[in-house]
């Protein structure tokens, strides 16, 4: 006790703000050595301490941070033997903080501290000390390096990295189970005191937690807490330095503990009996409703399976988990009938998935409840006497015969009378109809194999007092073969013999099919209709004959086609049978049987004439045909050319013959005189420089009288070209060049220049009015000239 009292005094002396003296000695010696440097250090009793040695001396000078005092702190002296304290020595400084942090008296060499000084920015200097001439500026000694250590005083609290911790421990943990460990930092010098040694207490959160003093592990300190009582805790937890001694500074931090869960609690059913009720129409999966036990913990401790331990209704329920609501659903496993049972009991179990078994003495983790399911009646529909039905009739049967019966029945206590009823969208010919009350299904049609094989009804049962209420059934009816069909050829046979052909030589093999389908398979006869001189026909027994030739020698000048029926029956009950006629033709054949040519046209071509001859000459006539063709189109479109080209090719003489005639002087081409008088046409001479184009002989037309009308005279035309034998047979335009004689002037042209004789008067043309002078001065004129001269 009292070491430690002495110990609590030295360490407030060393807290507490001491002058400090100090004083370095420069020395020389005979070898220009610097005979010595003297620091004076003043103690605790005020002496001075001389120490002397050879060369440059250092120490260090040793200085308290945060200083308050009003002045420069004091931290030492400088001095050299060569000072005799008349000021011929200057006092020089440099190095870390020197001239600004520490400053130099430069007569004197006393250093002081300019400002507080905080170890934890930095603990120590480093400075240069030397002493030089003041007037001739020459060092009197080497420079000197020296150390200012800043002492520590305990200026700082300890720290957290965090204000708030989190952390979480399993409740029902141990005593003693470590949570979370939190450690604070002192900023203080740890190797000069206690400043920072840091000493752990808990403020808040006893007792359930502690804290140990010298780690900072936060540890459970009560057995079994119960989540389920309280979750959250909040602990406060404090860290002192100087050990944890009074006077120490201090820091504290929060810490959030949350109790994590465990295991611990069993589920548990609500109620111990439920009750739930269901239609007895309800479908097989049907959910009928859910039990749903209760559990403290969270998460997968939690989490049950349900299951049917035990009841009367094992069978006709399942129950199955749901994981995001943790309910256990129940299920129709069967079909459910009021009539046979109305209530069942189960036993239903809810167990724990996840046990730990550190808690199994807190077991068992089940638990278990009972629930009655109730059937509800319903007005069921009607239920037939099978799920589906099966028909086999013969396709021979009468109409109005009964296939089958379906039977069905009211599965309620009424029983209610049914009334059956054809689906017609699965019989749309309406080939079956069903008796309403009995459920008797017959044909209204007659049946066909061959056509339809099977049909597949639907069949509606109904009850009269609710016919809404329905059910169907599916009836097969399956039509059996009867033998109603006649065999035929397989395929069109195209047979040919040789000339050439020798007896006995095969010519065509031949089968047939039937459309009936007899158990026993098929089975077919050949043979002939009768007797026939040319042919035979020899059943292979498989189903296939041969057709074989009986002489010698075939012409195709006397006969080309043979017809040959073959008969072809079956033998099935009754026996039917066909005749089938096979077209023979006789053609020409090589040596080796192959046929080359079945025309009787042939025989006019010469012998060992190709086919691919034949084929060059058909085309070369092609061609021909074609080429006259075109030619005769070209001279067609030639010859109706216009007979008047341009506007402007306009002559006196209009003519067009469809060739390169004379000319104007080609007296021979047209007479120019029947244009102007139509009664002086004489009978149509034939020109004798091209080829008549007809050899009808023109018809005489008489000659319009006199003043008569030019639409009477066309219409005259188009009678005559009408019944005119020599007249194209289609529509046609015919033009005429006549000009009538009804006009007073009469004509102007110079056509008839060449027919008439003297010259015209027309002095007439003054007579027309002031619109025909220019033309009366244009012919007058010239016969006034004419008379003058």
């Given at each position: 006790?009292?070491?430690?009292?002495?110990?609590?005094?030295?360490?407030?002396?060393?807290?507490?703000?001491?002058?400090?003296?100090?004083?370095?000695?420069?020395?020389?010696?005979?070898?220009?050595?610097?005979?010595?440097?003297?620091?004076?250090?003043?103690?605790?009793?005020?002496?001075?301490?001389?120490?002397?040695?050879?060369?440059?001396?250092?120490?260090?000078?040793?200085?308290?941070?945060?200083?308050?005092?009003?002045?420069?702190?004091?931290?030492?002296?400088?001095?050299?033997?060569?000072?005799?304290?008349?000021?011929?020595l200057k006092y020089i400084l440099s190095g870390d903080g020197a001239g600004t942090l520490f400053i130099i008296d430069e007569k004197t060499g006393d250093i002081h501290a300019t400002r507080r000084i905080d170890r934890e920015e930095k603990a120590f200097y480093t400075l240069r000390a030397q002493a030089i001439n003041r007037r001739t500026l020459r060092p009197v000694e080497p420079e000197s390096e020296?150390?200012?250590?800043?002492?520590?005083?305990?200026?700082?609290?300890?720290?957290?990295?965090?204000?708030?911790?989190?952390?979480?421990?399993?409740?029902?943990?141990?005593?003693?189970?470590?949570?979370?460990?939190?450690?604070?930092?002192?900023?203080?010098?740890?190797?000069?005191?206690?400043?920072?040694?840091?000493?752990?207490?808990?403020?808040?959160?006893?007792?359930?937690?502690?804290?140990?003093?010298?780690?900072?592990?936060?540890?459970?300190?009560?057995?079994?807490?119960?989540?389920?009582?309280?979750?959250?805790?909040?602990?406060?937890?404090?860290?002192?330095?100087?050990?944890?001694?009074?006077?120490?500074?201090?820091?504290?931090?929060?810490?959030?503990?949350?109790?994590?869960?465990?295991?611990?609690?069993?589920?548990?059913?609500?109620?111990?009996?439920?009750?739930?009720?269901?239609?007895?129409?309800?479908?097989?999966?049907?959910?009928?409703?859910?039990?749903?036990?209760?559990?403290?913990?969270?998460?997968?401790?939690?989490?049950?399976?349900?299951?049917?331990?035990?009841?009367?209704?094992?069978?006709?329920?399942?129950?199955?988990?749901?994981?995001?609501?943790?309910?256990?659903?129940?299920?129709?496993?069967?079909?459910?009938?009021?009539?046979?049972?109305?209530?069942?009991?189960?036993?239903?179990?809810?167990?724990?998935?996840?046990?730990?078994?550190?808690?199994?003495?807190?077991?068992?983790?089940?638990?278990?409840?009972?629930?009655?399911?109730?059937?509800?009646?319903?007005?069921?529909?009607?239920?037939?006497?099978?799920?589906?039905?099966?028909?086999?009739?013969?396709?021979?049967?009468?109409?109005?015969?009964?296939?089958?019966?379906?039977?069905?029945?009211?599965?309620?206590?009424?029983?209610?009378?049914?009334?059956?009823?054809?689906?017609?969208?699965?019989?749309?010919?309406?080939?079956?109809?069903?008796?309403?009350?009995?459920?008797?299904?017959?044909?209204?049609?007659?049946?066909?194999?061959?056509?339809?094989?099977?049909?597949?009804?639907?069949?509606?049962?109904?009850?009269?007092?609710?016919?809404?209420?329905?059910?169907?059934?599916?009836?097969?009816?399956?039509?059996?073969?009867?033998?109603?069909?006649?065999?035929?050829?397989?395929?069109?046979?195209?047979?040919?013999?040789?000339?050439?052909?020798?007896?006995?030589?095969?010519?065509?093999?031949?089968?047939?099919?039937?459309?009936?389908?007899?158990?026993?398979?098929?089975?077919?006869?050949?043979?002939?209709?009768?007797?026939?001189?040319?042919?035979?026909?020899?059943?292979?027994?498989?189903?296939?004959?041969?057709?074989?030739?009986?002489?010698?020698?075939?012409?195709?000048?006397?006969?080309?086609?043979?017809?040959?029926?073959?008969?072809?029956?079956?033998?099935?009950?009754?026996?039917?049978?066909?005749?089938?006629?096979?077209?023979?033709?006789?053609?020409?054949?090589?040596?080796?049987?192959?046929?080359?040519?079945?025309?009787?046209?042939?025989?006019?071509?010469?012998?060992?004439?190709?086919?691919?001859?034949?084929?060059?000459?058909?085309?070369?006539?092609?061609?021909?045909?074609?080429?006259?063709?075109?030619?005769?189109?070209?001279?067609?479109?030639?010859?109706?050319?216009?007979?008047?080209?341009?506007?402007?090719?306009?002559?006196?003489?209009?003519?067009?013959?469809?060739?390169?005639?004379?000319?104007?002087?080609?007296?021979?081409?047209?007479?120019?005189?029947?244009?102007?008088?139509?009664?002086?046409?004489?009978?149509?001479?034939?020109?004798?420089?091209?080829?008549?184009?007809?050899?009808?002989?023109?018809?005489?037309?008489?000659?319009?009288?006199?003043?008569?009308?030019?639409?009477?005279?066309?219409?005259?035309?188009?009678?005559?070209?009408?019944?005119?034998?020599?007249?194209?047979?289609?529509?046609?335009?015919?033009?005429?060049?006549?000009?009538?004689?009804?006009?007073?002037?009469?004509?102007?042209?110079?056509?008839?220049?060449?027919?008439?004789?003297?010259?015209?008067?027309?002095?007439?043309?003054?007579?027309?009015?002031?619109?025909?002078?220019?033309?009366?001065?244009?012919?007058?004129?010239?016969?006034?000239?004419?008379?003058?001269?």
């Amino acid at each position: 006790m009292i070491i430690q009292k002495v110990l609590l005094l030295l360490l407030l002396w060393m807290c507490l703000p001491h002058s400090c003296y100090a004083e370095m000695l420069f020395r020389r010696t005979t070898d220009h050595q610097p005979k010595g440097f003297v620091a004076r250090v003043s103690g605790s009793d005020g002496k001075a301490l001389h120490r002397q040695k050879r060369g440059w001396m250092w120490n260090q000078f040793f200085l308290l941070e945060e200083y308050t005092g009003s002045d420069y702190q004091y931290v030492g002296k400088l001095h050299s033997d060569q000072d005799k304290g008349d000021g011929s020595l200057k006092y020089i400084l440099s190095g870390d903080g020197a001239g600004t942090l520490f400053i130099i008296d430069e007569k004197t060499g006393d250093i002081h501290a300019t400002r507080r000084i905080d170890r934890e920015e930095k603990a120590f200097y480093t400075l240069r000390a030397q002493a030089i001439n003041r007037r001739t500026l020459r060092p009197v000694e080497p420079e000197s390096e020296f150390v200012i250590k800043i002492h520590d005083i305990n200026d700082n609290e300890p720290t957290f990295p965090e204000e708030i911790y989190t952390a979480s421990v399993p409740e029902m943990s141990v005593v003693g189970t470590s949570v979370v460990q939190v450690t604070a930092t002192d900023a203080d010098d740890p190797s000069y005191g206690n400043s920072a040694r840091v000493i752990y207490s808990i403020l808040q959160g006893q007792p359930y937690f502690s804290v140990e003093p010298e780690t900072g592990i936060i540890r459970t300190a009560l057995p079994n807490m119960n989540r389920e009582n309280r979750e959250q805790y909040q602990v406060v937890i404090q860290a002192k330095d100087m050990g944890g001694q009074m006077g120490g500074l201090s820091g504290t931090t929060t810490v959030n503990i949350t109790l994590t869960d465990v295991n611990d609690n069993p589920p548990r059913f609500p109620q111990n009996t439920i009750h739930l009720r269901i239609p007895e129409s309800s479908p097989v999966g049907t959910a009928i409703g859910s039990v749903k036990a209760t559990d403290a913990d969270t998460g997968k401790n939690a989490e049950m399976e349900y299951r049917i331990v035990d009841g009367d209704g094992t069978d006709m329920f399942d129950i199955v988990t749901q994981k995001d609501t943790q309910e256990g659903i129940i299920t129709v496993r069967k079909p459910l009938d009021y009539e046979t049972r109305r209530l069942y009991t189960l036993k239903v179990e809810a167990e724990n998935t996840h046990v730990d078994p550190r808690f199994y003495y807190l077991g068992p983790f089940k638990d278990t409840t009972i629930v009655k399911i109730s059937v509800e009646d319903v007005d069921e529909p009607p239920v037939f006497s099978r799920s589906s039905y099966l028909f086999e009739v013969h396709e021979d049967i009468e109409v109005g015969t009964i296939i089958g019966t379906v039977m069905a029945r009211d599965p309620d206590s009424a029983s209610s009378p049914i009334r059956f009823s054809l689906d017609r969208h699965t019989d749309l010919d309406r080939i079956f109809n069903i008796h309403s009350g009995n459920g008797s299904i017959y044909t209204s049609k007659p049946l066909d194999r061959e056509i339809s094989q099977w049909h597949n009804l639907s069949v509606i049962a109904a009850e009269i007092n609710n016919p809404k209420d329905t059910t169907r059934v599916s009836v097969y009816v399956r039509i059996l073969d009867v033998n109603d069909n006649a065999p035929q050829f397989a395929v069109f046979y195209d047979t040919f013999v040789c000339e050439n052909a020798r007896a006995g030589q095969l010519i065509q093999t031949i089968s047939a099919v039937d459309k009936d389908d007899p158990l026993g398979g098929q089975k077919f006869f050949f043979s002939l209709a009768a007797v026939n001189p040319n042919f035979t026909v020899q059943d292979n027994e498989d189903n296939t004959a041969r057709i074989l030739t009986r002489r010698n020698g075939f012409s195709r000048h006397e006969i080309s086609t043979y017809f040959l029926p073959v008969v072809i029956s079956d033998n099935d009950y009754p026996i039917q049978s066909s005749t089938g006629t096979l077209t023979i033709r006789v053609c020409t054949c090589d040596n080796r049987g192959n046929m080359q040519s079945c025309n009787a046209e042939a025989l006019l071509l010469p012998a060992g004439l190709s086919t691919g001859a034949l084929i060059a000459i058909l085309l070369c006539i092609i061609i021909l045909l074609v080429i006259v063709v075109l030619f005769a189109a070209l001279k067609r479109q030639r010859k109706k050319e216009p007979l008047i080209l341009s506007k402007e090719d306009i002559r006196d003489n209009i003519v067009s013959y469809n060739d390169e005639g004379g000319g104007e002087e080609d007296t021979q081409a047209f007479d120019i005189g029947t244009l102007r008088n139509p009664a002086a046409i004489e009978d149509k001479k034939l020109r004798r420089d091209i080829i008549p184009e007809t050899l009808f002989i023109p018809r005489r037309t008489p000659s319009a009288p006199n003043n008569t009308d030019v639409r009477d005279f066309i219409n005259q035309r188009l009678k005559e070209h009408d019944i005119d034998p020599s007249a194209p047979p289609y529509d046609s335009l015919a033009t005429y060049a006549y000009e009538g004689n009804d006009s007073i002037a009469e004509s102007l042209s110079s056509l008839e220049s060449g027919t008439t004789e003297g010259d015209q008067n027309y002095d007439y043309l003054r007579e027309w009015g002031p619109r025909f002078n220019k033309l009366a001065e244009m012919y007058g004129g010239g016969e006034s000239d004419k008379d003058t001269s």
